[in-house]
């Protein structure tokens, strides 16, 4: 990190009570803050060498005990006890020091070295999978500003045929980046009783909607985030769509609705059981179409009919044809394929920088290509996800919309 004007506190574990916390102290008066309250068991040399562990009281009246390191020229890291009065004892007296109370992501972000590589670092803590996780940490290494500074040297030397390849290369991977932390959106909708509620339960693999023979049973969408083929994905499980008499159930339907407008891959499910209705023709007329067609219930007698489109054979009872499924639904998501220390821009602001490149190169206006170029790799911190979880954090894995 780069702390050249301010001395900066922050807490790097979460925000829950734990065995160990660690408050990280850095910059150029972080010795002379953290002396006001620290005394060493130990006659020690003054400041600690660096990689030392030195162990210590704060100065309370209980005499905290805290154990110290130096990890750096200007930089330590405070050890103590993991109760959130503790860590915020720490943080108000190293406050009343004079150095800068913030927040773990905020210290991150002020890696003006490489503000690409500590965005990613800031994502890393909101990954839900590994794969995900493995993708944002290429970019925390420096994979995607590696790709600008080559972009860069391209606008440079005048191989714009080049660098319009390459942002086109980065652009296609966009869609995915978006989502190593943004679970993919999959809406399931079709008839009452199509079996929507149990196909969710059986990819969860656990019963998160409530199964009924009663039409009408799911009245709201119940979302529910789970891992694809090592994508984060979010299940919605919609209303049965058909014309409803009932006011809630009614709601149910128009929120289903408005639900797979917004999905990324509609699953149109169809009971394989029953025949092919007016009412599943006219679902299936209002879906796009890039929606994936799903027969369930093939245990059961099969209705065979001209007009049932084709689809993946399903049975929840059985377990069968649920991988086809999952393969499915990744190859409808996922269209562009890469490798370890490929880059890839995962943020909506790095994406529209690159779309504003690529309008460039097209008006040859080679200026406006270098200046956004440059601010790529001297971004502001993103805004793009609305809340990041602090390290140790865990997102809600499991929401229902409100009636």
Wanted: with cysteine; hydrophobic share 40%; aromatic share 4%.
């Amino acid at each position: 990190m780069n702390f050249e004007s301010l001395t900066a506190a922050v807490c790097l574990t979460g925000p829950d009570r734990a065995a160990i916390a660690v408050v990280a102290v850095e910059g150029g008066e972080a010795w002379a803050a953290i002396s006001r309250y620290f005394l060493q068991a130990k006659p020690r040399p003054i400041p600690p060498p660096i990689d030392i562990i030195t162990f210590g009281h704060w100065k309370t009246p209980q005499g905290e005990e805290v154990v110290l390191c130096r990890t750096a020229e200007n930089r330590f890291e405070l050890h103590c006890h993991g109760g959130t009065a503790v860590t915020g004892m720490l943080l108000d007296d190293l406050a009343n020091a004079d150095c800068r109370v913030m927040g773990w992501d905020e210290w991150i972000r002020q890696d003006a070295s490489d503000p690409l590589a500590a965005e990613a670092r800031v994502r890393l803590a909101e990954c839900l999978t590994q794969k995900s996780a493995a993708m944002l940490l290429d970019q925390s290494r420096g994979c995607l500003t590696q790709a600008i500074r080559t972009l860069q040297d391209h606008l440079s030397s005048g191989a714009n045929d080049t660098a319009r390849q390459l942002v086109e290369t980065l652009l296609a991977r966009g869609s995915c980046g978006l989502h190593l932390v943004e679970p993919w959106k999959v809406a399931l909708c079709g008839a009452p009783n199509a079996g929507k509620s149990s196909l969710v339960n059986a990819l969860l693999g656990f019963e998160r909607c409530i199964v009924h023979e009663t039409p009408g049973t799911t009245r709201d969408v119940v979302a529910s985030v789970t891992a694809i083929e090592g994508w984060p994905c979010r299940l919605e499980d919609t209303a049965g769509i058909r014309q409803a008499d009932e006011s809630v159930e009614a709601m149910g339907v128009a929120r289903a609705m408005d639900q797979l407008r917004t999905a990324d891959l509609a699953l149109f499910i169809v009971d394989r059981s029953r025949p092919f209705s007016e009412e599943d023709a006219d679902i299936q007329a209002r879906l796009p179409e890039t929606a994936l067609v799903v027969h369930t219930k093939t245990d059961l007698p099969k209705f065979d009919d001209l007009r049932r489109p084709p689809g993946i054979q399903t049975s929840v009872c059985e377990g069968t044809g649920l991988e086809a499924l999952q393969r499915a639904i990744i190859s409808r998501l996922v269209t562009v394929t890469w490798s370890p220390g490929d880059a890839v821009p995962f943020t909506r602001s790095q994406i529209a920088s690159l779309d504003a490149i690529l309008e460039s190169l097209g008006e040859r206006d080679l200026s406006r290509a270098k200046l956004e170029t440059q601010r790529m790799l001297c971004a502001e911190p993103s805004s793009d996800v609305s809340e990041s979880h602090p390290p140790g954090a865990l997102p809600n894995w499991s929401t229902a919309n409100e009636v």
